[in-house]
T-cell receptor, first 119, second 116 residues
């Protein structure tokens, strides 16, 4: 089947505007992750969903960032009052969420990312 | 806090050579160590992964060596090919009983260039 898809692939916005970034995980994957990758850096964890609930949002940098996954499939990352420092590639990953009990064995499959540029 | 340190930042090897990328971690709770390969404009893709109960894992031309006491692990690419030219990231995660299931901490990345 299809891999993880993300839309838009590129988003240019002005400082102070609101943006939404969408992630379509692999069908049947219950675990979904958002990461942010700045130029020349490795991805940094933002938030993790198991099903519809955000199990870990410790990576969200501040309250301007929010993510939802209302039906346990598609997820939307929302950024309010964007700042130039928010410019980065936002990556989404999904996994089956059915690893061995007590072991993190699930492979995370990444989408191509959304490149956000805040002018 | 930089929990996973990766070196070198960039690496140039000739076709057929061996590419070696190193990572060191601080968090002793980490128990899963994957390597990801990323091409320009694409998301990272899992290459190979290891758990600390083994010291080495080999898949084709790719080998992970793991040293638990030193808290270090490395990726070896044998017979490097121009098609291997990409950015490589090491990562680590800790089994937190489900609350941070699979949360990956990445290294800074290594840009590998394999000359023909």
């Amino acid at each position: 089947g299809a891999g993880v898809s993300q839309t838009p692939s590129n988003k240019v916005t002005e400082k102070g505007k609101y943006v939404e970034l969408r992630c379509d995980p692999i069908s049947g994957h219950t675990a979904l992750y958002w990461y942010r990758q700045s130029l020349g850096q490795g991805p940094e964890f933002l938030i993790y969903f198991q099903g519809t609930g955000a199990a870990d949002d410790s990576g969200l940098p501040n309250d301007r960032f929010f993510a939802v996954r209302p039906e346990g499939s598609v997820s939307t990352l929302k950024i309010q009052r964007t700042e130039r420092g928010d410019s980065a590639v936002y990556l989404c990953a999904s996994s089956s969420g059915r690893g061995l009990a007590g072991r993190t064995t699930d492979t995370q499959y990444f989408g191509p990312g959304t490149r956000l540029t805040v002018l | 806090q930089q929990q996973v340190k990766q070196s070198p930042q960039s690496l140039i090897v000739q076709k057929g050579g061996i590419s070696i990328i190193n990572c060191a971690y601080e968090n002793t709770a980490f128990d899963y160590f994957p390597w990801y390969q990323q091409f320009p404009g694409k998301g990272p893709a899992l290459l190979i992964a290891i758990r600390p109960d083994v010291s080495e894992k080999k898949e084709g031309r790719f080998t992970i060596s793991f040293n638990k006491s030193a808290k270090q692990f490395s990726l070896h690419i044998m017979d490097s090919q121009p098609g291997d030219s990409a950015t490589y990231f090491c990562a680590a995660s800790a089994d937190a009983g489900g609350t941070s299931y699979g949360k990956l901490t990445f290294g800074q990345g290594t840009i590998l260039t394999v000359h023909p």
